[in-house]
């Protein structure tokens, strides 16, 4: 029998011993599945498609999440509903769709590849005070200042995203201003080519600020795989500021993206907060991108 040796500078607890005991019912620490029903079954289904791959296996592969259980996890590790063999750069539930109240919803637990919101030329994000950006995967930016004339009334939709649901707005009399700082630029750019920093104020008479490689843009960001006419960021009192690539007759070469995840949540390696699934949405994490399709469970195949 082992020895608590440890403690034997220790009048009180050098006296300890262990005792053996036999267990009418043996301890089985294998990791399982747990299944967890939702109180309130959705009567739709998402479905997640893979449209961009790393493995020719996962090209147009469907997930179904029919809303039966409360939560639904998606990663590399065997004990996810639905497991990605063989990518170290996953997290072992890189992110979870959850049902909650008949509505579906995106929780990520990415680790160091963290789960983005990809923009196409329909849909508008509503920018947050600890927002992060990723524009052509070469460079994040961090909104640490989002300052609004009035706090921003308009309800999410499917053409505009609303990341955070504890909606704290910084509100001033002031012109409505944005500033965000970099976090982070790929190791194949020039970091001198870059914004230090980005101060936006819509003043009234402007409320559009282009973002882009060309010197026409308002804010110049010189990397390569910036596209020239990248984004913009435009400001709505309804709304409030916002990120989008609308108005272009097509997307960004190399992708304008938003994190689930705020500056701090990924600095403390903390689980995202609750954002609302939206059909149409794509969801992009290491080299995959997922296109979601929300559809009545009665119209489904």
Not at 30 to 43: G, Y
Not at 123 to 130: A, P, Y
Not at 196 to 206: F, L, R, V, Y
Request: proline content about 4%; charged content about 30%; aromatic content about 8%.
């Amino acid at each position: 029998m082992p020895e608590l040796n440890q403690f034997s500078g220790d009048k009180v607890l050098a006296q300890l011993t262990l005792k053996e005991f036999i267990l009418s019912n043996p301890c089985n620490l294998t990791r399982k599945v747990v299944p967890a029903k939702t109180l309130n079954i959705p009567d739709k289904k998402v479905i997640l498609k893979f449209e961009s791959v790393d493995t020719d296996e996962l090209k147009d592969l469907e997930i179904h999440v029919e809303g039966d259980k409360a939560i639904y996890k998606i990663g590399e590790g065997e004990t996810s509903h639905f497991h990605i063999p063989n990518d170290k750069k996953l997290w072992e539930t890189q992110f979870m769709i959850c049902s909650i109240d008949g509505k579906f919803y995106i929780r990520d637990f990415g680790f160091v590849h963290t789960t983005r919101l990809k923009l196409d030329t329909r849909v508008e994000v509503q920018i947050q005070k600890g927002s992060v950006i990723d524009l052509g995967k070469v460079v994040h930016y961090h909104f640490d200042k989002v300052i609004h004339a009035q706090e921003p009334t308009s309800g999410e939709a499917d053409n505009f995203y609303i990341i955070k649901q504890t909606k704290n707005y910084d509100v001033d009399d002031d012109y409505p201003q944005l500033r965000a700082r970099p976090t982070w630029v790929s190791a194949e750019e020039t970091v001198e080519n870059i914004q230090n920093e980005i101060n936006i104020i819509s003043d009234g008479n402007k409320t559009e600020n282009s973002i882009g490689r060309s010197m026409k843009r308002d804010v110049q960001i010189k990397l390569k795989a910036v596209s020239a006419d990248h984004c913009k960021v435009e400001y709505n009192p309804e709304k409030g500021w916002m990120l989008s690539e609308k108005g272009k007759d097509k997307p960004s070469s190399n992708g304008t993206y938003i994190f689930l995840k705020d500056f701090q949540q990924m600095k403390d390696h903390m689980p995202s907060g609750l954002v609302p699934l939206h059909d149409g949405m794509i969801l992009s994490f290491v080299n995959y991108e997922l296109k979601v399709r929300i559809e009545n469970k009665s119209n489904s195949a």
